[in-house]
């Protein structure tokens, strides 16, 4: 795997009702929704117009009995996934799923970060960048990952040492802090850190660009999903809201000046 250390490189829908999720994010996204493997668990590819965006899981039982919950998560590509968790692990984060072998895929294993922030890390099984899920501007793809954290200062830390995740500067935001810009160095900023909003759950939280996010509001709430902030104007140009699909997983949507 050719990926830089600490790179999201893939996203993943867990969900109760994968048919339900499927229709929902193809309704809001244009995403395609490909079929679930035969003779296995319930994986789905969603797919933008130029390539896989991410995946999405259906929930069994036994997963819901071990406390998994619909949200969206991130894989962060690693050099050496059991290093990498045991360096997680030394900081106060917990395993949830401990490191397994994916056939033709990579070793991965699920883990939280010292706030109990849920997420993946990973190797992929081959040589050359894994895939290209992230895409600042593109169309369809993750533009803008934000984390809100109960401490953000901590969370800048922990993610620059594990994952080489660089302070960039940062946009005050009164009472609640600032809201830190995170990147890797030579690059541009790929996401931002603040402090976890009253009321609000701690987590990953993933933009998807879209052509028009006041078009997409209507496509939202007609699918069955709740617009819970938004549309609003953020610095650069760009338009964004927040959101829970039908199942209860946040995501977000954004427009504009980026793209």
């Known amino acids: 795997m050719t990926n830089r250390q600490g790179e999201i490189i893939w996203y993943e829908l867990m969900t109760r ?4 999720a499927a229709a929902f994010y193809a309704a809001v996204t244009g995403w395609q929704v490909g079929a679930p493997p035969p003779g296995g668990p319930d994986y789905r590819m969603f797919s ?3 390539g896989h965006a ?3 899981l259906q929930l069994d039982a036994a997963m819901l009995a071990a406390g998994a919950s619909p949200a969206w998560l991130a894989y962060f590509g690693v050099d050496d996934v059991d290093a990498s968790v045991a360096g997680i692990v030394a900081e106060g984060g917990k395993v949830l799923v401990p490191a397994w072998d994916a056939p033709g895929v990579g070793r991965i294993a699920m883990v939280t970060d010292p706030q109990g922030v849920p997420f993946y890390v990973m190797r992929g099984a081959t040589e050359g960048a894994t895939s290209a899920v992230y895409q600042r501007r593109g169309l369809g ?3 803008w990952n934000e984390l809100f954290a109960p401490d953000a200062e901590g969370a800048l830390g922990f993610y620059h040492r594990q994952f080489g995740l660089a302070y960039m ?3 005050p935001m009164g009472e609640m802090g600032e809201y830190s810009f995170i990147g890797h160095d030579g690059g541009e900023p790929m996401g931002a ?3 976890c909003p009253p009321g609000a759950k701690p987590g990953w939280s993933f933009y998807f660009r879209v052509e028009d996010v006041d078009a997409a509001r209507a496509n939202v709430e007609a699918a069955g999903g709740t617009v819970i902030n938004g549309p609003m104007d953020v610095p650069g140009g760009e338009r ?3 959101a829970v699909d039908p199942d209860g997983a946040m995501f977000g949507l954004l ?5």
């Open 17 to 20: 009702d994968a048919d339900g």
């Open 48 to 50: 933008a117009a130029d």
């Open 54 to 56: 991410g995946g999405m």
């Open 141 to 143: 793809h993750v533009g």
């Open 169 to 171: 500067g940062g946009m």
């Open 193 to 195: 850190i603040m402090r």
């Open 240 to 242: 964004v809201l927040q």
């Open 255 to 259: 427009s504009g000046a980026g793209a």
